[in-house]
């Protein structure tokens, strides 16, 4: 069992840049391939990057590369999305996702454990 909570999200205005957090509890987070998923109102669920369990590889959504950056710090049990020229179109919640095998995907079904979600507002 994994239990994810996100944080780091807000109001900010476009161009500008925010962080957010994914603090897991349990055991065995080195174990675990992470990825951000975002959700804008009335759309479903999208992809948005993702790091696998060794922590050397990385994925993007095609319209993010080069603007958020993934990364993992095991010993904090924490994931991380660094998100840069932040966009009115980037806002939507945002839910950090884990499932405990090597490989990441771009499929919301192959998560097992998600977090709540922290809402992030970007104004134009």
């Known amino acids: 069992q994994l239990q994810l909570v996100e944080s780091g999200g807000g109001l900010v205005q476009a161009g500008g840049s925010l962080t957010l957090s994914c603090r897991a509890s349990?055991?065995?987070?080195?174990?675990?391939?992470l990825a951000w998923f975002r959700q804008a109102p009335g759309l479903e669920r999208e992809f948005v990057a993702a790091?696998?369990?060794?922590?050397?590889?990385?994925i993007y959504a095609d319209s993010l590369k080069g603007r958020f950056t993934i990364s993992r710090e095991d010993a904090k049990e924490t994931v991380y999305l660094q998100m840069n020229s932040l966009k009115p179109e980037d806002t939507a919640v945002y839910y950090c996702?884990?499932?405990?095998?090597?490989?990441?995907?771009?499929?919301?079904?192959?998560?097992?454990?998600w977090g709540q979600g922290t809402q992030v507002t970007v104004s134009s």
């Open positions: 996702a884990a499932v405990p095998k090597p490989h990441y995907s771009t499929e919301i079904t192959w998560y097992d454990y």
């Open positions: 349990g055991r065995g987070f080195s174990s675990y391939s």
């Open positions: 790091i696998n369990w060794v922590g050397g590889t990385t």
